[in-house]
C-alpha cells in the first residue's frame, strides 16, 4: 500500500487518476489548500491539488511571468502550457499570495496563444486575508459562488446530504493524518519525514475513500514496525510550499530526520477538522478553512503562528528548524526572518534557506549549508 502512495506522488497522471477519466468522472485542479475539497466530492468530481512537479525547465513560465517572481507558479504554468494538465475538466485559482493571483492571468494570457490550455471551467475562488466574523461570512459567500459555478457547468447538483457526507469522509482522513503526525513524532519514528511528505501529498491526487484506506493500511503496517529510526538529528521543515520529497531526502540524508513541519502540502493540509453538528455545512467549511491561518498570507496572526511551532518543536523533541522560502517568496521570506529571531532566542537552533522550486534546487550549495548545521547542533547538543 505504501508504494501505491509513493507511486501517486511520482507522477501527476497517477493510477488513481487514469482509473478515475477511463469511468468517465471529472477532476478539477486547485491550486491552494484554502479551496473546501469536499465541494467537489460532493458534486462526484475529484478534487486535485495542481503542483508544479515535473516540470524540467520554466521557458513558458519565464514567457508570461518574467523572472523576479516564484517558481513555483511558473512551473506550474510550465507544465499546463506542455499539456500536462490535460486529464484535468476544470481549474480553480485561488489567490493565496500575489504570484498565484498573477497566475490566474498568466494562464488565461497563455490560452490565447497555446490551444488548449484553459479548461472551459477556470474559476478565481478568492478568500479572506483574515479570520474575523465578518471575513467568515464574506468567505460563506464566495464558498457558495464556487458551488453555484460548479452545479451549473457540471450539470450536478450539490446537495446539503452529499456535502455533510463528504465532510465526514474528509474529516476521517483528516483524523489519520493526525495519527501519522503522533508517530512521526515518536522517539524512534517507523518511516522517514519524506515518506511521510509523500503519504500526506498523495491525499490531494487520490480520490479520498480510497485514500482513506491506503492511510489505514499504512499506519497499522508501520504501527507495528518493531524498531524505529533512532540516532538522527530531529529536524522540523518550515516556510513556502514543497512538495519536493527528493528535497526532503537531501535534508534528512544519513544524519537527520525530519519529524515534523509547518507546510501547506504537510501538516497545514490537514489540520482542524470541519464541524459536522447541525448547523449549516457551508457555513462550517468557510470557518474551518478560513481558521487555518498558519500561512503568513493571514494578516494579524503571527503570535499565534509562532506558538503553534514552539508547541510542535517541544512536542516533537525537535533539535533544529529549517525555515525554508522559494526565492521571491515575500511572505514566508519576511516571516522565516521573524522566526528565526524569536525561535533563536528561546534557543533552537535555525537555518534559513532560500531555494528555487523544482528543476532549479541547487543541491550542491544545500548539502554543504545542511552538515554544517548538523555539526552546529552537534556542536551545541539539543536545545529545543
Given at each position: 500500500?505504501?508504494?501505491?502512495?509513493?507511486?501517486?506522488?511520482?507522477?501527476?497522471?497517477?493510477?488513481?487518476?487514469?482509473?478515475?477519466?477511463?469511468?468517465?468522472?471529472?477532476?478539477?485542479?486547485?491550486?491552494?489548500?484554502?479551496?473546501?475539497?469536499?465541494?467537489?466530492?460532493?458534486?462526484?468530481?475529484?478534487?486535485?491539488?495542481?503542483?508544479?512537479?515535473?516540470?524540467?525547465?520554466?521557458?513558458?513560465?519565464?514567457?508570461?511571468?518574467?523572472?523576479?517572481?516564484?517558481?513555483?507558479?511558473?512551473?506550474?504554468?510550465?507544465?499546463?502550457?506542455?499539456?500536462?494538465?490535460?486529464?484535468?475538466?476544470?481549474?480553480?485559482?485561488?489567490?493565496?499570495?500575489?504570484?498565484?493571483?498573477?497566475?490566474?492571468?498568466?494562464?488565461?494570457?497563455?490560452?490565447?496563444?497555446?490551444?488548449?490550455?484553459?479548461?472551459?471551467?477556470?474559476?478565481?475562488?478568492?478568500?479572506?486575508?483574515?479570520?474575523?466574523?465578518?471575513?467568515?461570512?464574506?468567505?460563506?459567500?464566495?464558498?457558495?459562488?464556487?458551488?453555484?459555478?460548479?452545479?451549473?457547468?457540471?450539470?450536478?447538483?450539490?446537495?446539503?446530504?452529499?456535502?455533510?457526507?463528504?465532510?465526514?469522509?474528509y474529516n476521517r482522513g483528516r483524523s489519520?493524518?493526525?495519527?501519522?503526525?503522533?508517530?512521526?513524532?515518536?522517539?524512534?519514528?517507523?518511516?522517514?519525514?519524506?515518506?511521510?511528505?509523500?503519504?500526506?501529498?498523495?491525499?490531494?491526487?487520490?480520490?479520498?475513500?480510497?485514500?482513506n484506506e491506503l492511510l489505514e493500511e499504512?499506519?497499522?503496517?508501520?504501527?507495528?514496525?518493531?524498531?524505529?529510526?533512532?540516532?538522527?538529528?530531529?529536524?522540523?521543515?518550515?516556510?513556502?510550499?514543497?512538495?519536493?520529497?527528493?528535497?526532503?531526502?537531501?535534508?534528512?540524508?544519513?544524519?537527520?530526520?525530519?519529524?515534523?513541519?509547518?507546510?501547506?502540502?504537510?501538516?497545514?493540509?490537514?489540520?482542524?477538522?470541519?464541524?459536522?453538528?447541525?448547523?449549516?455545512?457551508?457555513?462550517?467549511?468557510?470557518?474551518?478553512?478560513?481558521?487555518?491561518?498558519?500561512?503568513?498570507?493571514?494578516?494579524?496572526?503571527?503570535?499565534?503562528?509562532?506558538?503553534?511551532?514552539?508547541?510542535?518543536?517541544?512536542?516533537?523533541?525537535?533539535?533544529?528548524?529549517?525555515?525554508?522560502?522559494?526565492?521571491?517568496?515575500?511572505?514566508?521570506?519576511?516571516?522565516?526572518?521573524?522566526?528565526?529571531?524569536?525561535?533563536?532566542?528561546?534557543?533552537?537552533?535555525?537555518?534559513?534557506?532560500?531555494?528555487?522550486?523544482?528543476?532549479?534546487?541547487?543541491?550542491?550549495?544545500?548539502?554543504?549549508?545542511?552538515?554544517?548545521?548538523?555539526?552546529?547542533?552537534?556542536?551545541?547538543?539539543?536545545?529545543?
Amino acid at each position: 500500500m505504501s508504494v501505491r502512495l509513493m507511486r501517486a506522488v511520482e507522477t501527476l497522471n497517477n493510477e488513481f487518476v487514469q482509473r478515475w477519466k477511463e469511468e468517465g468522472k471529472k477532476i478539477v485542479g486547485y491550486t491552494c489548500s484554502y479551496a473546501p475539497d469536499e465541494i467537489f466530492h460532493a458534486a462526484g468530481i475529484l478534487p486535485y491539488r495542481i503542483r508544479g512537479h515535473g516540470a524540467d525547465e520554466t521557458t513558458i513560465g519565464d514567457t508570461y511571468f518574467g523572472p523576479f517572481i516564484c517558481s513555483l507558479p511558473k512551473c506550474m504554468l510550465q507544465l499546463a502550457g506542455t499539456g500536462a494538465f490535460g486529464f484535468l475538466d476544470g481549474v480553480v485559482i485561488v489567490p493565496g499570495c500575489d504570484s498565484m493571483r498573477r497566475l490566474d492571468d498568466c494562464w488565461r494570457k497563455a490560452g490565447e496563444d497555446i490551444a488548449g490550455v484553459v479548461p472551459q471551467f477556470f474559476f478565481h475562488f478568492a478568500v479572506p486575508h483574515k479570520f474575523a466574523a465578518y471575513t467568515v461570512d464574506w468567505f460563506e459567500g464566495e464558498i457558495r459562488r464556487l458551488i453555484e459555478a460548479v452545479e451549473r457547468h457540471f450539470d450536478v447538483r450539490i446537495t446539503e446530504e452529499r456535502l455533510r457526507d463528504s465532510i465526514e469522509l474528509y474529516n476521517r482522513g483528516r483524523s489519520l493524518l493526525e495519527e501519522l503526525e503522533r508517530m512521526r513524532r515518536l522517539p524512534a519514528p517507523p518511516f522517514t519525514g519524506a515518506e511521510a511528505l509523500s503519504v500526506v501529498i498523495a491525499g490531494s491526487a487520490i480520490p479520498r475513500d480510497a485514500y482513506n484506506e491506503l492511510l489505514e493500511e499504512f499506519i497499522a503496517v508501520h504501527r507495528a514496525v518493531p524498531r524505529g529510526i533512532e540516532g538522527r538529528r530531529r529536524l522540523m521543515l518550515v516556510g513556502s510550499a514543497s512538495d519536493d520529497t527528493a528535497f526532503v531526502r537531501l535534508i534528512e540524508g544519513e544524519r537527520a530526520l525530519v519529524v515534523a513541519d509547518n507546510l501547506c502540502f504537510g501538516a497545514r493540509f490537514h489540520n482542524d477538522r470541519v464541524d459536522e453538528g447541525g448547523r449549516d455545512p457551508v457555513r462550517a467549511l468557510a470557518e474551518r478553512y478560513l481558521r487555518r491561518s498558519d500561512c503568513p498570507r493571514m494578516y494579524g496572526d503571527y503570535r499565534r503562528r509562532l506558538e503553534i511551532l514552539v508547541d510542535t518543536i517541544r512536542s516533537a523533541s525537535v533539535d533544529g528548524v529549517i525555515l525554508q522560502n522559494i526565492r521571491f517568496c515575500d511572505l514566508h521570506g519576511a516571516e522565516n526572518g521573524l522566526f528565526e529571531r524569536d525561535l533563536e532566542a528561546l534557543g533552537v537552533p535555525c537555518m534559513r534557506i532560500e531555494r528555487e522550486y523544482g528543476p532549479l534546487v541547487e543541491t550542491g550549495r544545500l548539502k554543504m549549508r545542511l552538515d554544517a548545521f548538523l555539526e552546529r547542533i552537534d556542536g551545541q547538543g539539543r536545545t529545543a
